[in-house]
Nanobody, 125 residues
Framework: QVQLVESGGRLVQAGGSLRLSCAAS????????MGWFRQAPGKEREFVAL???????SYADSVNGRFTTSRDNTKNTVFLQMNSLKPEDTAVYYC???????????????????WGQGTQVTVSS
């Protein structure tokens, strides 16, 4: 049984930093690309970042330069370091796993097979 468990979300002031973690089990971790998505109230889930297995990470334009994703294949864990947080970063953050992407569409949530339960990040102004 595959499980993805996010942690690290909390309330933080604008300009602050947070590090989210996602621990994976039940899958061959280094065979999966690990994505981060977020969903704010009333909005659709959106792509944030992707930690490829063996390639440089990919980021949404809205977080590029502020967020960094990395993975530790020895611990089956992926991280999202979030700096210079803004109120508009407030959302539930999800990690997701995919072994392949149709047409290279890694920003599409439908291309991810496994999902975590999410962790709430709230950025106050």
């Amino acid at each position: 049984q595959v499980q993805l468990v996010e942690s690290g979300g909390r309330l933080v002031q604008a300009g602050g930093s947070l590090r989210l973690s996602c621990a994976a089990s039940g899958l061959t971790f280094n065979s999966y690309a690990m994505g981060w998505f977020r969903q704010a109230p009333g909005k659709e889930r959106e792509f944030v970042a992707l930690a490829w297995s063996g390639s440089s990470p990919s980021y949404a334009d809205s977080v590029n330069g502020r967020f960094t994703t990395s993975r530790d294949n020895t611990k089956n864990t992926v991280f999202l370091q979030m700096n210079s947080l803004k109120p508009e970063d407030t959302a539930v953050y999800y990690c997701a796993a995919s072994s392949s992407f149709k047409n290279g569409a890694y920003r599409l949530s439908s291309n991810y097979k496994y999902w975590g339960q999410g962790t709430q990040v709230t950025v106050s102004s």
